[in-house]
DNA sequence: ACCGAATGTCAGGTCAACCTGACATTTCTC
DNA sequence: GAGAAATGTCAGGTTGACCTGACATTCGGT
């Protein structure tokens, strides 16, 4: 699923740990989402886009219309 | 997570395996979510959202912030 | 009260989304 | 160019979100 968390990271001058111990996940899970090789699961979802301060559809993009 | 999914459902006048099979999943999957037993993929909540034509956050209440 | 439909539950399986730990590669800074 | 930091990859493990199939219970209509 196309995503905007590499963007979002970067933009906050953060690495993929400072990310990752924010969310409480490990580093590879951001780079396995940053990647698009996993989808985040519906919380972590809402912990990023609360992170960010932006809807989880400006994040993830909804791939059903 | 707590939900609307029953809420909608009933709404809509639709059976577990209206749903089930309006969204592609199995009927048990609908009763794990509408029962809060299960959150959905982020995939899945979209589909959800999708379907009833309203944000996924009016469906599953973010509990972060 | 009966019957069928709807709902709920249980057992057992698969797979993706997480985890840790280790190591390789790339990038930044001096 | 050397060392450190950041990023990427791999192996192997756990768990929850799905699956099917079977059976039990509850509800609605006649």
Redesign the pocket.
């Known amino acids: 699923m196309k995503n905007q968390l590499r963007t979002l990271r970067q933009a906050r001058g953060w690495?993929?740990?400072d990310l990752g111990t924010r969310l409480?996940?490990?580093?590879?899970?951001v780079?396995a989402?940053?990647?698009e090789?996993?989808?985040?699961?519906l919380d972590?979802a809402y912990r990023i886009a609360s992170l960010f301060g932006v809807p989880v559809e400006e994040i993830f993009e909804n791939p059903h219309r």
């Open positions: 690495t993929q740990q409480a996940v490990s580093r590879q899970a780079i989402l940053e990647s090789r996993h989808d985040p699961s972590l």
